[in-house]
């Protein structure tokens, strides 16, 4: 018995020295450690769910970081699958999708993107306080299905990733503002007509 356990405890440690992890067991760290995390429902399930996520990764959820994530929009829709024969119970199709920004400096957006999940349950009119029930089970599940794939997706940025979209960002306002500037010169610099003056007046 002690032999089995410490085997498994070995194959534990070495499964983890390799960068394996169970799921749901935790995350692996993210490169960037400092992040804002906002949403329209600041204390909503999911953006307090995504900062938990974050923080377990090793990320020091701040006001005043580096970079803002900004879930801007959460919707739900939902659909008809499939029909049974007798049309008394039905497959629904939910749709979870999560719209998303990271900002930089200047309030620049470095990243626009959004994460969607389907998950499909079964509606049966004869028993809805169990097809209720089903419901917020699958809901639950989508969310945090959602907010794993949101960390996979952010593990992938790194700060260097990031910097360099910053730089392209400033360098791209800057063009713009010298544009505006130059615009703005030329139309200083025209004279500006002077109304038609009829004869006799």
Not at 113 to 139: C, F, I, P, W
Not at 191 to 198: A, D, E, F, G
């Amino acid at each position: 018995m002690i032999k089995r356990n410490l085997l498994v405890l070995g194959l534990a440690t070495l499964l983890s020295a390799c960068g394996f992890q169970l799921r749901g067991t935790g995350t692996n760290e993210m490169a960037i450690k400092e992040m804002d995390v906002k949403a329209r429902d600041a204390y909503g399930t999911t953006v307090n769910d995504l900062r938990a996520a974050l923080q377990r990764s090793g990320v020091a959820v701040v006001s005043g970081a580096p970079y803002t994530l900004t879930l801007t929009d959460e919707s739900e829709d939902n659909r008809s699958a499939t029909y049974t024969g007798s049309a008394r119970s039905s497959e629904i199709e939910l749709t979870l999708r999560a719209d998303y920004t990271i900002t930089g400096n200047q309030q620049r957006v470095l990243v626009s993107d959004h994460m969607d999940v389907q998950k499909v349950y079964v509606h049966d009119s004869n028993n809805l306080t169990g097809s209720d029930q089903e419901a917020s089970r699958v809901r639950t599940e989508m969310r945090r299905e959602l907010i794993q794939r949101m960390m996979l997706r952010l593990a992938q940025l790194t700060p260097a990733e990031l910097q360099k979209r910053q730089a392209q960002e400033d360098a791209k306002a800057e063009a713009e503002a010298a544009a505006e500037a130059a615009a703005q010169r030329v139309r200083d610099e025209t004279p500006q007509q002077s109304p038609m003056q009829l004869p006799g007046q």
